[in-house]
């Protein structure tokens, strides 16, 4: 199944453009699934269709669905937020709070995302095409499965056959619930889950994200930060759209200054997100609404091109030997030396880009293996292992 999504600072024009993509791609042949993660749907607005939690039919080869964050939480977190809330009750907290402190920052994002391992799961569809939500709110999502995982291996630790074992003292001793068999089951269940999800977004083969960007400097520093960021978590970037594109045929005195800002731009974009491949659409005279118009927009953006294929496929993380030794490299681009941090705690490789960090987990090959240095040249961060 080929996932693509689509995110960028809010009101660039993503929902509009992850439509057209879609309407483009069922036009094609591909049996097309479009997606809204964001918790302010718009996918509705802009096919002028009613959608809702579960997929329905928008034209021939397309359907559309507006995930609904509470029902995905109460289907796949239940039983755990259940207990949780009664841990924290047992520890005297308000029991609304209790019921707050029960689901962990970016839930709603992350079980949203989770739909996409439910349809790769049922293969219904060839294409899943994701409307996610801005920037800031899709680098949660996609940190999500990662962050999600490593908080149920730390709060979980207890295996079920010990739990068994202490559970009837434990009751008698512990001044909490000590978690039954379902709880443990559904941890089991949720981190497998997790796992795969994980997998399918880091398939840059299949996986891959397209930034839409507007010419202006504010969405252009944020689509930077968005990459590095999407680097950082092994996620691809197979394309950049810049959107709202002042035509050339305009000629009014009052926009000549607009097109001059535009066009340096413009020019930077090509500079700074080289060599991903760049597409554009033109700022049109009319909102873009209803399947004849997304259509048109599809048409110009892609120019004869298959939407659905993979414009760049450059692994953001790599694992080479070279003399000897093993060397994994990351993209980073649009960093500096020093924003740069990097050291091995057991079997976590923790690296800091900025603002930005990550605990990469280590692959079998460097398990054993201790870092000997680090440099970052050509927008790769390059750490090499004994």
């Not at 512990?174 to 559904?186: K, M, S, T």
């Not at 892609?302 to 000897?324: H, M, N, Q, T, W």
Request: with cysteine; aromatic share 8%; charged share 25%.
């Amino acid at each position: 199944m080929r996932t693509i999504l689509f995110t960028g600072k809010g009101g660039v024009g993503k929902t509009t453009l992850a439509a057209a993509t879609a309407l483009l791609a069922a036009r094609r042949g591909h049996k097309t699934l479009v997606i809204s993660t964001d918790a302010a749907h718009s996918l509705s607005d802009s096919f002028e269709v009613a959608l809702g939690n579960t997929p329905r039919p928008i034209a021939p080869n397309l359907s559309g669905q507006e995930v609904s964050a509470l029902e995905e939480i109460e289907k796949r977190w239940g039983e755990i937020k259940t207990y949780l809330a009664a841990l924290f009750a047992s520890q005297g907290v308000d029991s609304i709070e209790a019921e707050e402190l029960s689901v962990f920052p970016g839930m709603e994002e992350l079980f949203s995302l989770m739909e996409i391992r439910a349809h790769s799961k049922d293969a219904t569809y060839e294409v899943v095409i994701v409307d996610c939500a801005p920037t800031a709110d899709t680098l949660r999502l996609l940190s999500a499965p990662e962050i999600t995982s490593w908080y149920l291996k730390h709060i979980f630790p207890v295996q079920r056959t010990a739990a068994r074992a202490v559970r009837p003292m434990a009751s008698r001793i512990l001044p909490f619930p000590f978690p039954e068999d379902n709880v443990f089951e559904a941890v089991r269940k949720l981190t497998t889950e997790l796992a795969e999800m994980k997998e399918i977004l880091e398939d840059s083969r299949k996986t891959s994200i397209r930034l839409v960007i507007n010419p202006e400097k504010m969405v252009i520093k944020e689509a930077q930060r968005a990459y590095t960021f999407f680097s950082l978590f092994a996620y691809s970037v197979d394309l950049v759209i810049v959107n709202r594109v002042l035509p050339e045929k305009v000629e009014d005195p009052y926009f000549r200054k607009w097109k001059a800002i535009q066009q340096g731009y413009l020019r930077r974009i090509e500079e700074r997100f080289a060599p991903v491949p760049i597409l554009s659409s033109e700022l049109y005279s009319q909102e873009i609404v209803g399947v004849e118009l997304l259509v048109k927009l599809g048409l110009d953006v892609y120019r004869g091109a298959d939407p659905v294929r993979l414009f760049s496929s450059e692994k953001p993380i790599r694992i080479e030997k070279a003399d000897g030794k093993y060397v994994l490299s990351v993209h980073l681009p649009f960093m500096e030396k020093c924003d740069l941090d990097v050291f091995q705690k057991g079997e976590e490789l923790h690296v800091r880009a900025g603002p930005i960090k990550r605990n990469i987990l280590l692959p079998r090959v460097l398990l054993f293996r201790s870092v000997l240095g680090a440099k970052y040249e050509n927008d790769r961060l390059k750490i090499t292992f004994q």
